[in-house]
């Protein structure tokens, strides 16, 4: 009889049933979750009321979810799931990867704003942040016309739409790269800032005894038709957080140099960018 008689029965009985996917790589996918969930369960030997807890962090991570917050993405960003799945689609031909996790707060539809323009609108306070750089194709080449993306957190380590004191959209903004393909906009300093711990995810990094604390860094997404869309972030170089990010999202290629004045009231990064070939695919927003 196809029924199961003991613990290492069952996967098979699963995998049976599966056998008639119709797509491939769902069922290449699928089945390959259910084996190493199978192989989890019993090498941990879960228990009754561990099997209950995780089941209940499942539900948690969803109710946590709304209109200001992804629990669930950030769920995968604090298991590194998220930066894995960045880096594993991303190495270009010279080694390390350019990309980085989108993040739980990327909004699609950015104010578009002239090369040049102050994405701080809310009269936000902070040290004045000048940002430079260029777009190149995988040749080297200058790509024209690109769309760069920017989004941060504010000075106090807050993005707009988790602080009521900043203007809808605050520190976001869409650039368009000039003939000779570089970008320029001037903001303030971003702060680090902790992961929302306020729900599930919360819970567990304490229960971990883990750091919530991001390094500062600005959020960026390049792209162009005939071009893969780059998501990445530029980590400040001076953060103490560098190596203990909860997210795991910091590589060598993504510091940046954030450069005082001489004077100590004004900083400038300048980063470039190189994009891949492909196709200019968009992910969906965490949040609206």
Not at 50 to 66: C, K, P, R, S
Not at 217 to 237: C, E, R, W, Y
Not at 244 to 257: A, M, Y
């Amino acid at each position: 009889m196809n029924i199961a008689t003991s613990p290492d029965s069952v996967l098979g009985h699963v995998l049976d049933a599966m056998k008639n996917t119709p797509d491939p790589r769902l069922r290449t996918v699928m089945e390959a979750v259910t084996r190493h969930l199978h192989a989890l369960v019993q090498e941990v030997k879960l228990t009754e009321d561990e099997f209950e807890q995780a089941l209940e962090f499942i539900v948690a991570i969803g109710h946590a979810t709304g209109e200001t917050k992804n629990e669930v993405v950030l769920a995968a960003d604090i298991l590194g799931v998220s930066t894995v799945v960045a880096l594993q689609n991303n190495q270009d031909p010279h080694g390390e990867s350019p990309a980085a996790l989108l993040g739980p707060f990327w909004r699609a539809n950015a104010p578009a704003c002239a090369l040049g323009d102050d994405i701080a609108r809310s009269g936000t306070p902070g040290t004045p942040l000048e940002v430079t750089g260029t777009v190149r194709d995988h040749e080297g080449r200058p790509v024209a016309g690109a769309t760069v993306d920017v989004w941060q957190a504010s000075p106090v380590g807050l993005y707009e739409n988790q602080d009521p004191a900043q203007e809808d959209m605050n520190l976001r903004g869409r650039f368009f790269t000039d003939a000779e393909g570089r970008f320029r906009f001037r903001s303030v300093r971003p702060a680090g800032y902790p992961v929302p711990t306020d729900g599930p995810c919360g819970v567990l990094l304490r229960a971990q005894v883990r750091h919530p604390n991001r390094p500062a860094h600005l959020h960026f997404m390049v792209s162009k038709p005939g071009h893969k869309v780059l998501i990445t972030q530029v980590f400040a170089d001076d953060d103490e957080n560098l190596e203990s990010d909860p997210t795991f999202g910091v590589t060598r290629r993504l510091i940046g140099r954030f450069a005082l004045a001489p004077d100590g009231k004004s900083a400038s990064m300048h980063h470039d960018f190189e994009l891949e070939p492909g196709e200019m695919k968009f992910p969906r927003p965490p949040i609206p």
